[in-house]
């Protein structure tokens, strides 16, 4: 038997995107990435995109902060394993950054540069 998508995922999906799309924006997680909710739940559960050249590392400390918060804020909506080691990959991100003295205070120490081709305008 075929996988057929499930019309109520579907549109439970839609609506928490539309719920949460400021802050989804604010985290700089491109759209491609989250558009899709299994690409979304596989980026989230690997800290990354290999395809579309995503990690957590490559967000500013402010955009971080942005995922982290809704991550938590809606870790019982998203009901998939995986969020819990995001949530505690950027809570290291966090440390990491509070004691580098020497780097950018804007940016976490995990990923260098940010990738901009290619991303979404939103």
Not at 28 to 39: A, G, M
Not at 76 to 89: C, K, N, T, W
Request: charge should be positive; charged fraction near 30%.
């Amino acid at each position: 038997m075929g996988y057929r998508r499930d019309g109520k995922q579907k549109h439970d999906w839609d609506r928490w995107l539309a719920d949460n799309r400021e802050a989804l924006l604010a985290s700089s997680v491109p759209e491609e990435i989250y558009r899709d909710q299994l690409r979304f739940t596989h980026a989230v559960c690997h800290e990354h995109d290999w395809d579309y050249g995503w990690h957590v590392g490559l967000l500013t400390l402010a955009e971080a902060r942005t995922l982290h918060r809704l991550l938590v804020e809606q870790r019982g909506a998203l009901e998939f394993i995986g969020v819990d080691g995001m949530i505690r990959s950027l809570e290291a991100q966090f440390r990491v950054c509070a004691k580098t003295a020497d780097k950018p205070r804007d940016r976490c120490c995990h990923g260098g540069g940010r990738k901009s081709a290619g991303r979404s305008g939103g």
